[in-house]
T-cell receptor, first 113, second 115 residues
Framework: GDSVTQMEGPVTLSEEAFLTINCTYT??????LFWYVQYPGEGLQLLLK?????DKGSNKGFEATYRKETTSFHLEKGSVQVSDSAVYFCALSYGGATNKLIFGTGTLLAVQP | GAGVSQSPSNKVTEKGKDVELRCDPISGHTALYWYRQSLGQGLEFLIY????????KSGLPSDRFSAERTGGSVSTLTIQRTQQEDSAVYLC?????????????FGPGTRLTVL
C-alpha cells in the first residue's frame, strides 16, 4: 500500500544551520505531496505542497521538490531559526473518493541559539 | 475567518463509557476528515465526508467507532465502550473540496484519556 517514510528524529541544529529532512514515498499512482508542521502547543498546519512531478513547494524559507524518479520530497531550509523548532510531517494524498492524508511518522527539529 | 473548532479540548473517561467528540469545520468547506494522533501509531486517518457522498470509513479501527455529519457541516465522532488503547488526540480537518491539491485545515484536537 501507499506509505511515507521520514528520517528519524530528533534533529538538533544550531541557529543559521542548513536543514534537510528526508522524505520518501511509496505510491501506486500520482499523489500530491505535503509538508505539515506542528509547533509546540499548536495544531497541525500546512507548510508547503506540490501537486505534480518536478513542482517545487516553498513557504517561510522552506522548500521541497517533488521528485518522481527518486520518489522523494525532501524538506530544506538554508538557515534555520529557533522559531522553526517543531515537528514536521511529510504526507501524500490522491483526492477523490479516498482523499485522506497518509502521514510519515514526523521528525522533531530542535534549533538551539 | 474562523478556523476548524473542536470540543471538548480534553476528555477524560472511564473504560467502557461512550464519548462524543464534536467538530465544526470552516464555513463552506464541503470535505471533512477525522484523524487520530497517538504515540504508538502516529497520525492515522479515520473517516472522510465529502458533500452528500457516502463517507469513506476505511480508517475506522473497529465497529465501536462511528461518525456523523449533519447538514453538511458539524460532525460528531462517537466511540462506544471506550478502551485504554483509544487514548489519543483526535483531530478534525476540513477542506474546500475533496481534491488532492486542496489544503486540509486542522482543528486543535480533542485529547481523549481513557482510564
Amino acid at each position: 500500500g501507499d506509505s511515507v517514510t521520514q528520517m528519524e528524529g530528533p534533529v538538533t541544529l544550531s541557529e543559521e544551520a542548513f536543514l534537510t529532512i528526508n522524505c520518501t514515498y511509496t505510491a501506486t499512482g500520482y499523489p500530491s505531496l505535503f509538508w505539515y508542521v506542528q509547533y509546540p502547543g499548536e495544531g497541525l498546519q500546512l507548510l508547503l505542497k506540490a501537486t505534480k512531478a518536478d513542482d517545487k513547494g516553498s513557504n517561510k524559507g522552506f522548500e521541497a521538490t517533488y521528485r518522481k524518479e527518486t520518489t522523494s520530497f525532501h524538506l530544506e531550509k538554508g538557515s534555520v531559526q529557533v522559531s522553526d523548532s517543531a515537528v514536521y510531517f511529510c504526507a501524500l494524498s490522491y483526492g477523490g473518493a479516498t482523499n485522506k492524508l497518509i502521514f510519515g511518522t514526523g521528525t522533531l527539529l530542535a534549533v538551539q541559539p | 475567518g474562523a478556523g476548524v473548532s473542536q470540543s471538548p479540548s480534553n476528555k477524560v473517561t472511564e473504560k467502557g463509557k461512550d464519548v462524543e467528540l464534536r467538530c465544526d469545520p470552516i464555513s463552506g468547506h464541503t470535505a471533512l476528515y477525522w484523524y487520530r494522533q497517538s504515540l504508538g501509531q502516529g497520525l492515522e486517518f479515520l473517516i472522510y465526508f465529502q458533500g452528500n457522498s457516502a463517507p469513506d470509513k476505511s480508517g475506522l479501527p473497529s465497529d465501536r467507532f462511528s461518525a456523523e455529519r449533519t447538514g453538511g457541516s458539524v460532525s460528531t465522532l462517537t466511540i462506544q465502550r471506550t478502551q485504554q488503547e483509544d487514548s489519543a488526540v483526535y483531530l478534525c480537518a476540513s477542506s474546500s473540496s475533496g481534491t488532492a491539491t486542496d489544503t486540509q485545515y486542522f482543528g486543535p484536537g480533542t485529547r481523549l484519556t481513557v482510564l
